[in-house]
C-alpha cells in the first residue's frame, strides 16, 4: 500500500511522459517516487496489453523487465484454454500474468518464485484479484524440483536473455535449463507448457526434448508473440504444429500441421499473378507451413521460395491478409520510371526479392502510407515483378 500523497501523485500523472517525469524535482518528502515511478510505468504498460489487471484497483509493479517480459492478457488466455485440472504449478512466477489466467482453470495452483521482492508483490495483487486457489512459494525451480507434488500441469517460462542482455537463440541457454529438467517434471505431471520467445530456434528446441507432442506459434494482430511447447510424459512421432493469430475482435485464426503432412504435400504453383494476392499470417509463415498453406485453401504460390499466393476468387477465410490485385509492374528501370508517375506513396514488402523494402522504396523514389501495397517478389519462372495492390479489409 502506498500512502495518500504517493497515490495522489500516481494518479495525477498516469498519463504523463515517464522520460520527462523522471526529470522532476523529487522535494516532496511525503511522496515515495521511486515507488510512484515504477507504478505509473507498470500501469502505462498494461493499459492495453493486460486491461482486466488494468482495471482493478491497489495492483503493484515489479521492475520494468519482469513486466516486458510477461505475457499479455489475449496469449495467457490462449494458455488457459490447453489445460485444466486439480493442481497446476508454475515454477518460474514472475509477474505472475500467466499464472494468475491459468490458475483459474485448477482447483488449486502454486506459485514458485526466487526473488522474495517478485513473491511479495505476487502475493499483494492476487489478493487485490481476489484468487482464492493460489499459494506462493519462495525457491529456486531446480531445488523445488526435488519436492514438487503430482499436478496435472507444469508451466514454465524461463529466462531468455543472457547475462549481458542480449537475446538467446537455443533452449540450452535459458534460465533454468529446461533440457536438464524436463524429465523430472515429466515424472510429476500429465503435461508441461513451455513458454519460448520466437527468437529462440523451434527445431533445435524440439531436437533437445523427447516428449513434445505439440507446438504453437502464437501472434496478436499478425505479430509472433511466443513459441509453446506441449510436453506430455509419453514421446510422440508425430507432433502437431498450430499457427495461431489472435485478432482485436477476439476471433481466433488456427491452422494446424505436422511437418511430415508438409513435406509430401504437393501444391500448384503459378507464374501468372490473378485477382487476389495473399499473404499469411506471421504465425504460419514462423511455422514453416508453405505448402500446406497453399493446399488447404487450393491457391496457388507464386514460386518455391516466395511465400505469397494467388487465386481468381477469393478466399475470405484465408488466415491472413488478403488483396485485391491492381497491377502487376516488371522490376525493370521503364517500368519503375512510370510507377513513379502514377503511386506517390506506398507500403513496400518484398518477398525473395534482390532488394530489401527500403532499396525498393528508394529505388522507385516514393513515400511510405497510403492505401497502396507493393509486393516485390520473384515469380516461378524466375522473373522480378512487383505487384501492386489495396488490402481488402473484410467484415466478420
Known sequence: MCDNQTERFISENIQSDLKKLLLINRSDATIDYEFAFRQIAGLQRIRYKIPSIYSKSNIQFPPQLNIEQSSSESTALYKKSLCEGNTFIDITGGFGIDFYFISQHFENAIYIERYEELCKIADHNFKALEAKNISIVNADAVQFLESMPISDCVFVDPA??????????????????????????????????????????????????????????????????????????????????????????????????????????????????????????????????????????????LHNNTHLYTSENIISNFPGRIFKVLKVWNFHKKDLVEMKKYILKANISTRNFPLKPEELKKKIGIADGGDTYLFGCTLQDESKVIIQCEKIILTV
Open 160 to 301: 531468455r536473455r543472457n547475462l549481458n542482455g542480449g537475446k538467446i537463440v537455443f533452449l540450452e541457454e535459458c534460465e533454468p535449463d529446461i533440457t536438464q529438467l524436463y524429465k523430472k517434471i515429466l515424472d510429476k505431471t500429465n503435461l508441461l507448457l513451455i513458454k519460448l520467445s520466437p527468437m529462440l530456434d523451434i527445431t533445435a528446441a524440439i531436437k533437445a526434448l523427447t516428449n513434445v507432442n505439440s507446438v504453437h506459434i502464437v501472434s496478436v494482430e499478425n505479430e509472433c508473440k511466443e513459441v509453446l511447447l506441449v510436453l506430455k510424459p509419453n514421446s510422440f512421432s508425430t507432433i502437431y504444429f498450430k499457427a495461431i493469430n489472435i485478432l482485436k475482435n477476439n476471433i481466433i485464426e488456427e491452422f494446424e500441421f505436422t511437418k511430415e503432412s508438409e513435406n509430401s504435400v504437393i501444391c500448384t504453383y503459378s507464374s501468372v499473378i490473378q485477382n487476389y494476392l495473399y499473404e499469411p499470417n506471421s504465425s504460419i509463415l514462423k511455422a514453416g507451413a508453405f505448402k500446406s498453406v497453399a493446399n488447404t485453401y487450393s491457391i496457388n504460390k
